[in-house]
DNA sequence: CTGAAAGCGCTTACAG
DNA sequence: CTGAAAGCGCTTACAG
């Protein structure tokens, strides 16, 4: 034959059939909560488990107007903080016991093409990480009652909650961190043009340095992906005024950045040139790049976004909320050290100036 | 109030009602290859575009008995190769308009703790990377009719489907490989001792350097972990019979264990020790590392997960398939050169003895 | 090609 | 605490 046959799991009537009790008894069985004896629950619970009973989360779904899923949309995942992320997410969903929908591997930056799949499936909430969604659509979720979160990435008119890092504050450290060291001269590797985060970082660096009394930094851009960056640090390191501390807007740039710096232009680093990161993700802690890094706390920048979620659906109330959480500067061997500021905890070196 | 409403959508027959049709025809308009006039179906689709209309599909996977959801349980996600996996992953299964229901982050290397889960949502498929389920649950899965793949692992009584690479010739050949270049000392960190793997990897490589009159491979284990990646690097390089040629069983641990070597220890690399890994994952190509790495291909790897996946999905017949891909070995910096056998693929070098 | 009707496997008032 | 019954939003024979 040519469909298929899924053989049909074992129902609710026939494990009360089984069981000797009424269908909405095994339906109670399984409700948490539900009014039902001991004595029924223990019977219903017997025959289950011989049939190999499993209640069928689709239908319930269906009467519910829950599905318990949670749609995650993640364009790409080559910068391991997006895998990070989507591990701390699983297991923050798991532990709400809902489930999550991945929509990945797309190479769009917009997430309007998938919208249609996720809206089918009726998901109980939707997370964007690494994408957008037109405010048309944005709109319609609200209006449809479906919690959105922007992980990581902010929209201009605020209309649809968030969760970040002051990255604004942490261009402004990073400047900080600089001429602290003693840098006189200054550089950047922008991310995506367009993005929010590399907006606030570029703004909170460059602001930084001019309240410091340097006004000139040198940019390229890298796009936040690695091919670009290296590009990017091509045309960098050709330049006359090649600058002396460079900023690189994450840290998966920053490792291409490095490469390119040592293997291709015989730059030392620290020596030669001063380089500092964003996200402090994985490789930025491997001795071979020792980055310098402005930290995003992932795990309590998922626990914000599971709670934003899970109070939405549970209220019902589509209220757009920002969580902006901090970030520590680590420091480690990808830039020269500034005489003080820095301080130890637990076990790892961060820049604190006075100041903060 | 305390549960939050989400707004029921707009259903079929509200539309039918607008589009003065029946509830029927709606459903027709919206079934590909369905029995419906184009006169109806523009009067429909109309309809359905000023009400909002999406169809329902957690009511079409009930009636149906498929939910068009394969359930993809990745423990963890911090070696690269597994995010690849992801992504191609999701645009193969969105390819084929079906849905991607992930399990990640937990710690047991066992997924029978998510299995009733995944299982309540009646998803039409399983593909199982990074971890392992029991027998019996395999066989509940064939049972139901639900096919399972095993990405990346075989289990030994072949009763499930997998897909892998030839991890044996792999080791093999980087045996070959490290004589060919007139190493005279070798040793192995090895991966998860009970992974298909790391035994086959491992066998090939203590066989293929036997064949070759080397019988003494020294061992220590790294479990596929970072951390114990480094600390079995330590072992093998503070030993007395430290190895000249060291094959890392993946490019995840042998990132960790170049970085020892390097600057734990002040081993030059390749002058004083030649790394070969495997995967030939991201890393493995940046200039810092340069790891010489037996690639496991992932697109088509991908390709014929998706593959058995559709075929026992349409046919409803579950028998396992076994399907074995060829890699390669991708010659970088991290290995001394043998004197033949290296030759050019699309701009890289590989290795490819004659007899092979 | 079309519509009325049955039914997928559940949850949940309702009455007892 | 329990069961009979309605109904969630669809698909799909069936009859016309």
Not at 121 to 126: A, E, K, L, P
Not at 131 to 149: K, Q
């Amino acid at each position: 034959m040519d469909i298929g046959v899924k053989k049909p799991g074992v129902t609710s009537s026939q494990v009360a059939e089984h069981a000797g009790v009424s269908q909405s008894a095994v339906s109670r069985t399984f409700t948490p909560g539900a009014s039902i004896s001991s004595k029924t629950r223990t019977k219903v619970l017997a025959s289950a488990k011989q049939l190999g009973y499993r209640p069928n989360a689709i239908a319930r779904s269906l009467i519910t107007n829950r599905s318990r899923i949670i749609a995650v949309v993640m364009a790409y995942l080559e910068n391991l903080f997006y895998p990070d992320v989507l591990e701390e997410l699983g297991r923050a969903l798991a532990a709400e016991n809902y489930h999550l929908l991945l929509f990945t591997g797309f190479m769009d930056r917009d997430s309007d093409p998938v919208f249609d799949q996720l809206m089918q499936y009726r998901v109980d909430g939707i997370i964007l990480a690494s994408t957008s969604l037109s405010s048309e659509l944005s709109e319609e979720c609200a209006t449809a009652g479906i919690p959105v979160v922007l992980f990581n990435r902010t929209t201009e008119r605020d209309a649809v909650s968030s969760v970040t890092t002051r990255n604004k504050e942490g261009g402004r450290r990073i400047a900080d961190f600089f001429v602290a060291g003693g840098h006189k001269t200054f550089g950047y590797i922008a991310g995506l043009e367009n993005s929010s985060t590399n907006r606030d970082r570029q703004q909170g660096y460059v602001e930084g340095l001019a309240a410091l009394g340097f006004d000139t930094v040198v940019i390229e851009t890298g796009n936040y992906s690695r091919p670009d960056a290296e590009a990017a640090a091509r045309k960098m390191f050709s330049r006359a005024d090649r600058p002396e501390a460079l900023f690189v807007a994450n840290d998966h740039m920053a490792v291409a950045v490095m490469d390119v710096a040592r293997h291709e232009f015989g730059i030392r680093i620290p020596e030669d040139l001063s380089i500092v990161g964003y996200d402090d993700v994985g490789p930025a802690k491997w001795t071979s790049y020792g980055i310098t890094s402005m930290s995003q706390p992932v795990k309590r920048m998922v626990e914000a976004t599971v709670e934003i979620l899970m109070d939405q659906i549970a209220s019902g109330e589509i209220e757009a909320e920002h969580r902006i959480l901090n970030g520590d500067l680590f420091v480690r061997t990808s830039a020269r050290l500034p005489a003080a500021g820095i301080v130890m905890r637990d076990g790892q070196q961060i820049y604190r100036p006075k100041e903060a």
